[in-house]
């Protein structure tokens, strides 16, 4: 997600906007303007807030660090899954209504809250990380740092959960009982990819978790507002191994021979 | 809806930050039954926001360090005012718990030879904090987060707890009464033991580094139920906060960013820190630009940079800049690292590695290019050092059966917190908290909450649905006592705390008038009435404690006592407890006699 051109320019004595914020819970809804002034530097959850704190006491919305951090203000902006704490006002273009609805690919709880629990029980379903024995002298391990890189990308993730959000395979095909999403196969690519970790995870990815229904449209890496490179670097890896594993013969001959991981 | 639901268990934690996570999987591994409590998703307390890195003497970027010294800093920061056992107990403990997270699949940065690299921080003689870039508290609570859902803990997310069960004031705690955030559906926990781990008060203040979770419910919590209060005079204003733009204000600049070569600068260009060093911080600081340099590359005959002082220090060095007209352009000074290009060759990938998400926050919110240009800061509400007072070794509070840990606690930081320190802070404390909150369930068996008290539980927290419509809302109340705590800041005043005293009295009926109706399910008026209570509680111990300590000392300073009395003030504690006549009580509590071998331990480290 980058910072973005300007769009509207805010005076400094601040503008009038209209917010189109859906109203409702998991049995009915609708859209409901509220018309704010906005001052220059806001972003959309300022703005939200501005909102629960003169007209809609009652407005619901996730939030906790206000930086980006936490992953907890996803929803989607004008169409776009966002972090509303980090998209400013001045990226959009408030001659129009700006439109703030919840994510689309979990049940609606209230307003711009969703059930996202689904996720947490797919983390306990993937095998947890299990280390080697320690075998540096003082009883711990050594790692280089180029060795950790790669899983450090993957360790960024704040579990905002817009990457499920957007992914076709959970919002338009709901393929939620076969399918782990991107933000599960980051977990397992960070555990997989971990210098340390001696964990089997390849077989469940393949029939438990779902790997195959990805088809690497890239739409997840596109929303990673902590810019992981879902696909390159996490998913095509672990289907390699998923493909080393079961369908090339060589390779496995050669896995007898050579400890899982180098 | 008028029932609730009913939960037994050994150990009830409620908080799931760091302390409370460490706590949980602890209690759980004794073979507690083991409940934890949030009001967030799980993964999203506080903790996530830490960046800098948690400080423990493993030393392994310089091989001079050990438990002795980081005791010794921990002491000499804190004003020995620190519980003094805690301080030792942290020092000695933290490597082992920085180095389990690491067999639970934490992944920090590396030295070179392949081990857990250390950073530089202030007030730390050594590089002593164990960091991920700069997101070291998103490590911390992953790494606890997956390991604790695999141990069979019951987890209530975005659920608050809004009393504590006992059968009178000052007995022992039997359990808690919450609500679901989402539904308003109301639960009733019975335990053995309650470990609270509910973070600190920063909503109380305006400009804060906190988030809406630090509403002080832990202190107010075991206030009210009849459990002592201790050090609450003693608030931490970190010295940089984002100042611009308003939205943002007060949202928190790493020390890492010092740590890493940063500078901070008036308008005038100059590079204030180098102006006032206090005396006993002499012997270890630089006094020119060049060794401070050298200092940060590693050098070690090199002594730290005056950017790397205390964080009070810092933070009223900040705060002279701007009343003496030197400030930025928004009422800060400025924080540069762009300077390093003349250092390095690629001092734009340096910075963006060792500070990612300051690099992330700064273009996104402020539209500042850190690598290229200054960043504006200013002093921001960060921590609490004060808290429910605790023993040392357990963590049980004054009150049978209640327990505190992480930034709830009274104790290791003394008069003022080192960063760093309390990220260890967590996972040492978190874990006895956990291992004696366990036994004491064991050994007490669990004998259940009485229904008077669960009714009146349950009245309390209904009670603010009931009040008719159109009153005044919680909002305009909460504002109200941010802009009264603005007399309780970061220099501080007899005249203007009174005042802030007589404001917090006055809005105590507001408080509990003011209607939030629209029914139980999601209502933020509803949690945030509730929240009120919790906040005028640690308002007003905070201000009684301030106005009575008549001196200058760590994060206290008094414009009116701008010294620091050591025969007068330098030998007790405050503690706070709510009297039987419902009034708040500030007493004095000597500081237990130190042991001699830990006397000796600072004596061998003062003048180094
Ligand atoms: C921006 C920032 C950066 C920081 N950087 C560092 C650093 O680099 N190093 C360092 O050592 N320290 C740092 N700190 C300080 C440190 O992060 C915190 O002090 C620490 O994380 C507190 O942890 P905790 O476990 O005590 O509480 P928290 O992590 O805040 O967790 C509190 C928990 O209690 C829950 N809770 C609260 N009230 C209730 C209730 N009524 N019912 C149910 N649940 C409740 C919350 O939902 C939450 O789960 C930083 C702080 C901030 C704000
Ligand atoms: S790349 Fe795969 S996981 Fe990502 S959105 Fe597309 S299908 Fe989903
Ligand atoms: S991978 Fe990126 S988009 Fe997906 S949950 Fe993590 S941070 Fe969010
Ligand atoms: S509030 Fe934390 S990511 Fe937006």
Redesign the interface.
């Known amino acids: 997600m980058s910072s973005g051109k300007v769009i509207t320019h805010i005076p400094e004595s601040g503008r009038d906007a209209i917010f189109r914020v859906w109203r409702g819970d998991s049995t009915a809804g609708q859209f409901v303007d509220y018309k704010i002034r906005v001052q220059p530097g806001m972003v959309v959850l300022d703005a939200i807030h501005q909102i629960q704190a003169e007209q809609a006491n009652d407005l619901a919305v996730r939030w906790n660090c206000k930086a980006g951090k936490c992953g907890s203000c996803s929803a989607e902006v004008n169409g776009m899954p966002r972090l509303m704490c980090m998209t400013r006002l001045d990226m959009l273009d408030l001659d129009m209504p700006v439109i703030v609805e919840p994510m689309k690919a979990f049940p609606s709880i209230r307003d711009l809250v969703t059930d996202v629990s689904w996720n947490y029980a797919v983390k306990k379903r993937i095998r947890p990380f299990r280390p080697r024995k320690p075998d540096a002298p003082d009883g711990t391990w050594r790692m280089q740092q180029d060795d950790v890189d790669r899983v450090q990308e993957f360790r960024k993730c704040i579990e905002c959960f817009l990457c499920q959000d957007v992914c076709h395979v959970l919002r338009d095909h709901h393929k939620h009982d076969e399918f782990i999403g991107p933000r599960f196969l980051v977990y397992s690519a960070a555990l997989e990819m971990h210098p340390l970790d001696a964990e089997h995870r390849v077989g469940d990815l393949k029939n438990e978790h779902g790997i195959g229904y990805c088809n690497i449209t890239k739409c997840c890496t596109k929303v990673c507002p902590e810019h992981i490179t879902i696909t390159d670097n996490a998913i095509i890896p672990l289907k390699e191994r998923v493909v080393d594993e079961f369908y090339d013969p060589v390779t496995r001959l050669f896995r007898i021979f050579r400890p899982k991981k180098a | 809806m008028s029932d609730w639901v009913t939960h037994e268990h050994d150990v009830v934690v409620i908080g799931a930050g760091g302390a409370g996570i460490r706590a949980a999987i602890e209690a759980s591994a004794s073979g507690a039954r083991t409940a934890l409590i949030c009001k967030?998703?799980?993964?999203?307390?506080?903790t996530?926001?830490a960046e800098g890195g948690m400080a423990a003497a493993m030393a392994h970027n310089d091989d001079r360090d050990s438990w002795k010294v980081h005791f010794a800093d921990t002491m000499r920061g804190g004003q020995y005012l620190n519980n003094w056992r805690m301080a030792e107990l942290h020092a000695k403990e933290a490597p082992e718990r920085v180095?389990e997270l690491?067999?639970?699949?934490a992944?920090f940065?590396?030295t070179k030879?392949?081990?857990i690299?250390q950073r530089n921080f202030g007030g730390h003689r050594f590089p002593r904090l164990a960091h991920?870039?700069d997101?070291t508290?998103?490590?911390l609570i992953?790494t606890l987060q997956?390991?604790c859902?695999?141990k069979g803990i019951d987890v209530y997310?975005e659920t608050t707890v809004s009393a504590l069960l006992q059968d009178s004031p000052g007995s022992r705690v039997l359990g808690c009464v919450g609500y679901d955030r989402?539904t308003g559906q109301l639960h009733v926990w019975h335990a053995g033991a309650v470990v609270l781990a509910t973070g600190g008060v920063g909503k109380a203040f305006k400009v804060t580094s906190n988030?809406?979770?630090y509403t002080g419910d832990g202190h107010s919590l075991a206030y009210h139920a009849g459990a002592e209060l201790m050090d609450m005079e003693f608030v931490q204003f970190h010295p940089t906060g984002m100042v611009?733009?308003?939205?943002?204000r007060g949202?928190?600049v790493t020390e890492g960013v010092r740590g890493e070569g940063g500078v901070l600068r008036n308008k005038e260009g100059r590079r204030f820190m180098f102006d006032d060093i206090p005396d006993n911080y002499k012997p270890s600081t630089a006094d020119n630009e060049d060794e401070g340099w050298r200092y940060v590359t590693g050098d070690k005959s090199a002594r730290r940079p005056p950017e790397l002082l205390t964080r009070d220090h810092v933070a009223r060095c900040i705060n002279r800049e701007v009343k003496a007209g030197r400030g930025s352009p928004h009422g800060g000074v400025f924080l540069d690292v762009s300077w390093l290009k003349s250092k390095m060759k690629d001092h734009e990938a340096h910075i963006k590695k060792k500070l990612?998400?300051m690099y992330?926050?700064f273009?996104?919110?402020?539209?500042v290019d850190i690598t290229r240009e200054p960043m504006e800061v200013g002093p921001t509400m960060h921590y609490i050092m004060g808290g429910v007072r605790v023993d040392g070794d357990t963590q049980m509070s004054s009150v049978d059966g209640l327990f505190a840990a992480g930034e709830v606690a009274a104790g290791l930081h003394g008069a003022n917190r080192l960063g760093g320190n309390s990220l260890s802070d967590l996972i040492v404390f978190g874990k006895r908290a956990g291992e004696f909150a366990a036994r004491f369930a064991r050994e007490k068996g669990a004998p259940r909450a009485g229904n008077a008290a669960i009714d009146a539980a349950v009245r309390t927290t209904l009670e603010p649905l009931a009040r008719p419509d159109g009153r005044e809302?919680p909002?305009q109340v909460q504002y109200a006592l941010q802009e009264v705590m603005q007399g309780v800041g970061i220099v501080r005043e007899e005249k203007e705390m009174a005042q802030a005293i007589e404001g917090i009295e006055a809005l105590k009926p507001r408080a509990a008038a003011c209607s939030?109706p629209?029914?139980r399910?999601?209502?933020?008026?509803w949690h945030t009435a509730l929240d009120l209570r919790h906040m005028l509680t640690c308002a007003e111990a905070i201000a009684r404690s301030a106005i009575e300590r008549k001196e200058s000392r760590g994060a206290q300073f008094r414009e009116d006592f701008p010294k620091k009395d050591d025969a007068n003030f330098g030998t007790f504690n405050h503690v706070v407890r709510k009297g039987s006549d419902g009034r708040m009580q500030v007493s004095r509590r000597p500081l237990a006699p130190i042991r001699d071998d830990l006397k000796q331990v600072i004596e061998e480290n003062k003048n180094i």
């Open positions: 967030s998703l799980l993964g999203k307390a506080h996530v926001m180095r690491e067999a639970w699949g992944v940065d590396r030879d392949g081990r690299n991920v870039g997101r508290g998103l490590e992953r997956d390991h859902v695999h997310m989402q988030s809406w979770e611009w733009p308003p939205s943002v949202i928190l990612p998400s992330h926050q273009i996104t919110l402020a539209g809302g909002y939030a629209k029914g399910a999601y209502n933020p008026g």
